[in-house]
C-alpha cells in the first residue's frame, strides 16, 4: 500500500451539519450510532463489513462507511453520500467498498420500504451460515426471525453486478437474510429497527453454536409456536420495533464516547 492513500495518512474529515439537511443529519447520527453499537458489541470485522441508510428525500442515494474506518471511529460527518451508480457525492479523500456498494444498492433500489441494511461477517453467524442445516429454532430469539428469513448462496465475493437480482429475489419481502458461508443481513424500515434485527440475529447464532458444543441433544421449538412469532414480537417491542431500545442504546453511547455524533 503507498503511504499516500487514505487508510495510511492523517486526513481531515470536514463537519458535514451545515452542509446537509436536518433529516439527513439525523440519518447520519443515527447511521454512525449503528457503526460504534456494531463495534462495541463485537458484530464487526475489521474494515470490511458495511451498514447502509437511505437519504431521506432521494431517490437511490445512500450513506455508507469509508472504507479503511474502523466501525469505532465512524462520525456523523465521516459517512459517505452515494448515489445508485455507486458515485460519492461530495469531496472526500476516501472511497467506498466496491462489494458493499453491491450488496447494499441491490437492497436499497429493490426494497423502498427499508431505510437501513445491515451487512456482517460476525464469527457466530458465518459459523451458523456454514451449516447445512441454517438456523435452527433453539431459542426464543430465534422464533422472531425464522418466520421472515431467507438465504443466499454463496458466490464469492460480491463484486459482480448480476448477483444483484439473485441477493434481492432470495431476501424477497424479508426483513433477514443469511448468506450461507459468509454472514448475515438485516433490513429496516429504520436505523434502529436494523439494528434491533442484527442483535437478535446475531444473538440467535450465538446460542445455537454454544447449545450445539454442548454436545446433548437439542430440543426444537415447535411451528406452532413459530407461527405465532411475529404477533410475539410486536408485543414484546409494544409495537415499536428497534424504537424500543435505541433511546438506551444511545445513552449508552453517550456515556461511553459521543463523537459518534460529530
Known amino acids: 500500500m503507498s503511504s499516500d492513500t487514505p487508510m495510511a495518512r492523517d486526513f481531515h474529515i470536514p463537519d458535514m451539519r451545515s452542509q446537509v439537511s436536518d433529516a439527513e443529519w439525523q440519518t447520519r447520527v443515527d447511521l454512525a450510532a449503528c457503526y460504534r ?29 469509508p472504507y479503511g474506518l474502523m466501525f469505532d471511529e465512524i462520525t456523523a460527518s465521516s459517512l459517505l453520500r452515494v448515489d445508485a451508480e455507486g458515485t460519492v457525492l461530495h469531496d472526500t479523500p476516501f472511497y467506498i467498498n466496491p462489494a458493499g456498494y453491491v450488496i447494499h444498492s441491490a437492497v436499497h433500489a429493490a426494497r423502498h420500504d427499508v431505510a437501513c441494511v445491515i451487512h456482517t ?41 448480476d448477483e444483484k437480482a439473485r441477493l434481492v429475489a432470495d431476501l424477497s419481502d ?36 454454544r447449545a450445539q458444543a454442548g454436545g446433548g441433544g437439542l430440543r426444537m421449538i ?34 461511553m464516547d459521543d463523537s459518534f455524533r460529530l
Open 37 to 65: 453499537l456494531i463495534a462495541d458489541f463485537g458484530f464487526s470485522d475489521l474494515v470490511f463489513n458495511h451498514v447502509t441508510a437511505r437519504v431521506p428525500g432521494t431517490e437511490g442515494e445512500f450513506l455508507i462507511n
Open 121 to 161: 461477517h460476525s464469527l457466530n453467524g458465518v459459523a451458523v451460515s456454514a451449516q447445512e442445516g441454517g438456523l435452527l429454532p433453539l431459542s426464543q430469539q430465534s422464533t422472531f426471525i425464522l418466520p421472515s428469513l431467507g438465504y443466499h448462496a454463496y458466490e464469492g465475493v460480491a463484486l459482480r453486478d
Open 174 to 209: 424479508n426483513s433477514f437474510l443469511m448468506l450461507h458461508n459468509h454472514g448475515l443481513l438485516t433490513v429496516g424500515e429504520t436505523v434502529a429497527d436494523a439494528f434491533m434485527w442484527l442483535y437478535t440475529f446475531e444473538t440467535a447464532c450465538a446460542i445455537q453454536v
Open 222 to 255: 415447535g411451528p406452532e409456536i413459530l407461527s405465532s412469532a411475529r404477533e410475539f414480537s410486536r408485543a414484546a417491542t409494544k409495537g415499536l420495533g428497534g424504537g424500543i431500545a435505541w433511546p438506551a442504546l444511545l445513552r449508552r453511547l453517550d456515556r
